[in-house]
């Protein structure tokens, strides 16, 4: 299943046909969804080099921003890493990124990574990456002598941790670095596993302490020991193409790998999949809810079938407890769909774990449109589960950001197809994470709740209270992860990584702002993240400006700027400085600084607007939640 | 399958491979001919053609290869009587 990435369709018979449509329409509209969609199947590595080739020219002609991402990466490491590239670039616009992969010379991983003035790191990049085997590392032979392994494993650590200081220094979105496969010939036999000079303790030695690395922030973990475990380490080291080309791993293997690195990035810059879209009848259980019942269909103990299905559920629940929305989209009665849910004793999944209930006879596309809308996140976050092949066709069609995985006929191997595709790759996990399905269905029935009252009143009633705090220590993460991953309600999309964001915290020239907030329906979190720089004496600009849009609507952008405009006053400045830079994703906020009362103060050729708050004549509104503020 | 249905064959893959159009591979079509046809794109075409032919190859089967002839003959040798 993963090998041959079975979560993707055959690409289409004509699809050197269609490579060459897009390339030569590479001005034209909605060029990029087309790349995305071109590599949206399983390809193989020719096919990768095309739509990489496509990739690299459409960026030649520096497009202005579009829907997708967009990043370079550095690769540095072992052996012959020039096919891996290429398919690391087209894999990436399935992960709705467009990326610039700069290769080192074959052989100069080491220098590549120290230098300054090495191509890699001279290249401009925002990301590197450091592809490791055994026999990069030094881990490549039995070391039998007392402390000789250990010795070994601790210059492999040096080795590689002077590389990532180095490449640190060139990319400022950080450096991803893989685990080092472990080779499948024994030395021993199964005393590897317990004797530390054999190569199999030396690599899983030094992997560890990789992880811990990970743990620590200074890289970010691409598992390939993991995937080459998944696929087997007797099909992943081909000994035949290390000797010929120096490939580290069986060329078969690129597609997947690439994917992986892919997925790992494109995580890395904010872009992933927020919500898993599920069909009931024949995916969450077995049997059509409306011709059998909630007696007649498959779900639970007992049965093969029934417990293939409680598997796909308890997967979905998982995805939930680890931040993943959950939603419903269904061809059904309403009230059909909803009995298992409320009577089959069975059922592992219940109605609050859904965020968003779509049971209809429309068509799902349009559904899916419905559900991204409610939940107030873009269509293109979506992942959608369903057995019937015509369904999945259609929205696909309709929607070509949506992710489709294809299912194969067993039910019971819905879970694993689903997890494999990586949808939901994630390079940091906070308490955040945890609490945020409960957030979404909470405003789900918020929104409920505001149908029945006048806007005042309502936002009266939700007993909010919003804690606005410097940024510090403790939350440093989940401040990074919002700069990193907020698109829509962020006025200038500058993206900071934690060390910098650590940084700012230190920066007496920064005022910083983290704001929580609460309601009666629960905690929303953190929601809005602010950056000001004082620099300017009695001029404040704002540097950062991003919300969480779960809370629009909620005024609390006024409350945010009341805070900044007292700070600012009371720092004896006379006015703040708005500056909005469009983005593919932000033109909601193209009016923000506008309706807050701020005065226009150029317009730069980019379309990068400037705006003027005279803070003499600035006074706090009247606003409905309680504030707690906590002053550094 | 003769030397000239295996020839037709290796021609298909090589328009992928090279990604170029119009190929006019005869038997003695080699790398010098073919602009695109570089060390890594020979991994690439290697590998194609095993998945292709469903066979493998060992490497010092195409160490010495000359021209596509010889590559032929080595994919006919290797397939199934």
Redesign the interface.
């Given at each position: 299943m993963f090998a041959d990435l079975a979560w993707l369709q055959d690409p289409p018979a004509d699809f050197r046909a269609r490579s060459k449509a897009v390339r030569a329409d590479l001005a034209g509209t909605a060029i990029e969804e087309r790349l995305a969609e071109l590599a949206s199947v399983r390809l193989d590595l020719n096919q990768l080099g095309q739509v990489a080739g496509l990739v690299a020219s459409y960026l030649a002609g520096t497009p202005p921003p579009g829907p997708l991402a967009r990043a370079r990466l550095g690769v540095v490491g072992a052996g012959t890493l020039a096919l891996l590239e290429p398919a690391i670039a087209a894999s990436a616009l399935r992960h709705r990124t467009l990326l610039t992969v700069v290769g080192g010379a074959y052989g100069s991983a080491v220098p590549d990574a120290l230098d300054p003035a090495s191509p890699v790191r001279s290249a401009g990049i925002d990301l590197a990456l450091v592809v490791l085997d055994h026999r990069l590392t030094g881990l490549d032979r039995p070391l039998l002598g007392a402390g000789e392994a250990a010795a070994a494993v601790e210059r492999a650590l040096a080795t590689v941790t002077a590389m990532v200081d180095g490449l640190a220094a060139s990319a400022p979105g950080g450096v991803l670095v893989t685990t080092v496969p472990v080779p499948p010939e024994p030395l021993f036999g199964s005393l590897d596993a317990v004797e530390p000079g054999s190569v199999a303790a030396q690599v899983t030695a030094f992997n560890s302490a990789l992880a811990h690395m990970a743990a620590g922030k200074r890289i970010v973990l691409v598992d390939l020991a993991r995937v080459a475990a998944t696929v087997g380490t007797d099909r992943w080291f081909d000994a035949g193409q290390w000797h010929a080309a120096k490939l580290p791993f069986a060329p078969e293997l690129i597609p997947l790998v690439a994917d992986v690195v892919a997925r790992t990035v494109a995580a890395l810059r904010g872009v992933t999949r927020k919500c898993l879209v599920l069909d009931l009848d024949n995916t969450l259980w077995g049997g059509v809810i409306g011709d059998d019942g909630v007696d007649g269909i498959a779900l639970g103990q007992g049965s093969a079938a029934g417990e293939a299905f409680l598997a796909v559920q308890a997967t979905a629940l998982a995805l939930r407890d680890r931040g993943i929305i959950l939603a419903v989209c269904s061809k059904n009665d309403d009230a059909v769909a909803r009995t298992p849910f409320r009577d089959h004793p069975d059922m592992v999944l219940k109605e609050n774990h859904i965020a968003a209930f779509v049971a209809n006879w429309g068509d799902k596309a349009t559904n899916m449109r419905a559900i991204a809308a409610a939940l107030n996140i873009g269509v293109d976050a979506l992942v959608f589960l369903d057995d019937n092949p015509v369904e999945r066709a259609q929205v696909r069609r309709e929607l070509p950001m949506v992710a489709v995985p294809e299912l194969p006929a067993d039910p019971a191997l819905y879970p694993r197809a689903l997890l494999a595709a990586g949808y939901f790759e994630a390079v940091a996990f906070a308490a955040e994470d945890r609490a945020r399905a409960d957030q979404y269905r909470a405003n789900a029935e918020r929104a409920a709740f505001a149908g029945t009252s006048d806007m005042a009143g309502y936002l009266a009633s939700l007993d909010m209270v919003a804690d606005m705090r410097p940024f510090d220590a403790i939350n440093r993460a989940r401040i990074a992860q919002l700069i990193n991953k907020s698109n829509q309600f962020n006025l200038t999309t500058r993206r900071y990584t934690e060390a910098q964001v650590a940084g700012l915290e230190a920066d007496t020239a920064k005022t910083t702002l983290q704001v929580r907030l609460t309601d009666r329906f629960g905690d929303n979190g953190m929601i809005s993240v602010v950056i000001v720089d004082r620099a300017g004496g009695d001029e404040w600009a704002i540097d950062t400006w991003l919300m969480s849009c779960r809370v629009l609507g909620r005024r609390l952008e006024e409350a945010v700027l009341a805070h900044i405009a007292l700070a600012a006053r009371a720092g004896g400045a006379t006015a703040l400085i708005g500056q909005f830079i469009p983005s593919a994703k932000n033109a909601m906020v193209a009016d923000h600084f506008a309706k807050l009362g701020f005065m226009p103060a150029g317009t730069a050729a980019d379309g990068t607007t400037t705006w003027r708050l005279d803070l003499a004549g600035y006074t706090v509104p009247d606003l409905p939640m309680r504030i707690d503020s906590t002053v550094a | 399958m003769t030397i000239d249905e295996i020839i037709s064959k290796i021609a298909d893959v090589m328009?992928?491979?090279f990604?170029v159009d119009d190929l006019d591979v005869t038997s003695a079509t080699s790398a010098d001919d073919i602009e695109e046809w570089d060390?890594?794109s020979h991994?690439?075409f290697i590998?194609?053609l095993e998945?292709q032919f469903k066979i493998k190859f060992?490497?010092e089967e195409i160490a010495n290869l000359k021209n596509i002839g010889d590559l032929a003959r080595v994919i006919q040798s290797k397939l199934p009587a």
């Open positions: - | 328009v992928d491979v990604d060390s890594l991994i690439r590998i194609t998945r060992l490497n």
